[in-house]
């Protein structure tokens, strides 16, 4: 055996120990699940004007930025290695832990929805937007309903250490009604951004009361499971409050393994059919004329470069990559690709989401689909990038092949190692 499969084998060795802990200890930073980025944008946008049709685009694309390993905060073995890059871009979790930083990211995400001038890339930038405004709620210290105030998370923990229950509405829904207004208001913004006028519903809407009900007499209540005060004021606030509660309702409770929530009971995952159901009962009691979809779109093939820069599309590229038969040529570092083509370039695709199994082994051909991107003309080149994440961490690249309907397909051969001093290869 070679001194640097040896190395490679001792590195995973420590990696997959070090992932095991982690996976004890600590879980993923999701931030609002789907019964908010899914179900309640779904609603929301309806209520305030978008279409069945358009709504769905633009909660599916927020959900996706969770579903999508292309685009997840967490990922690798076990779901729990942060992915740092995605943390910081559309998952409110900053670099430097500054809600400033949290606020400038947010304000440029939606710069790039009032730009984009497709309107169908309108509505998959809503929905990225969407995600990304409603994690600015869920990934800060609780109870804390301030949006210029609050304390931000930070990369690469999050909040990890208090589990999933940031995630859920009944561990602060004030927090959560602060989200949905917030989100309202962008929505309306939105609509008048296609040239129509939102509903009137809610025209002139100040935050309504956001009061925690001491008094609920649910068995349910606790320190980290908690309901919040109806707002009857006026019709729209009656509706926003009764969103929540019906949310806060969907959920049940457990005793949770988290150690910092040790023997206490915690809020579990909301089941869709449950929330769906209780938002239903909202809708028709307040006659939106709203019909909750009975199952959710699910999208899992979103990537950070599709919405940087202007490499959202239409166009999809596969990819097939071969790891040389080399000792040690197998690596367990990401790996970026970017293209080149005559009309112009996608860039930086992080490839190891993507692929399903253990990726980038020896003798081995691994294949990604990369849809939505932006179509480059005849492909001219490739940059293939190594983040020499781990020890040991150099690979022997033999080739990488791409394709596109209706552009001829290139064969990009390298035939040697990309390692520390060389990570960085272009091929033409």
Known sequence: MSVRTQQRRLARCVFALF??????????????EEDTHFTLTYVLCRAVGLTDGEALVVAAHDQGMDDSPGTVANGGVGGVIPNIAEEHLWHSIPQDGQA?????????????????????????????????????WAHRHHPNHHATTFRAYQVPVGHALHGHQPDRVPFDPVCALRCLEDS?????????????????????????????????????????FNQLVSDPSTPAHLLVTDLIRSQVDSYTTSIDANPNFVGRYTADEAVYERVRERFQRVCDGHRLG???????????????SQ?????????????????????????????????????????????????????????????????GLQSVGEITGITVRSDDRYPASAWYLGWIEISSPGIATKRFTLNDWIESGKLTRTLR
């Open 307 to 371: 919405f940087q820069g202007a490499n959202l599309g239409s166009r999809t590229y596969t990819v097939r990559i071969y790891t040389g038969d080399r000792l040690g040529a197998g690596t367990d570092s990401n790996i970026f690709l970017s293209i080149q083509g005559a009309s112009g370039q996608v860039g930086e695709q992080r490839l190891n989401g993507l692929i399903s199994g253990n990726a980038f082994e020896r003798n081995q051909t691994d294949t990604v689909i990369l849809t």
């Open 100 to 136: 400033a930083s949290v606020l400038a990211r947010k304000s440029a995400l939606w710069s790039a929805v009032l730009q984009e001038q497709s309107a169908e890339l309108r509505l998959k930038r809503l929905g990225v937007f969407f995600h990304y405004q409603q994690d600015t």
């Open 290 to 304: 709203i019909t909750v979809p009975r199952t959710r779109t699910k999208i899992t093939t979103l990537t950070t």
């Open 19 to 32: 992932t095991c802990l982690t996976a004890l200890h600590a879980a993923p930073a999701r931030a609002y």
């Open 184 to 224: 309202i208001s962008y929505a309306r913004q939105f609509v008048r951004l296609l040239n129509r006028t939102p509903n009137p519903f809610f025209e002139n809407y100040t935050p309504a009361r956001g009061e925690v009900e001491t008094n609920w007499p649910d068995r349910r209540r606790g320190a980290f």
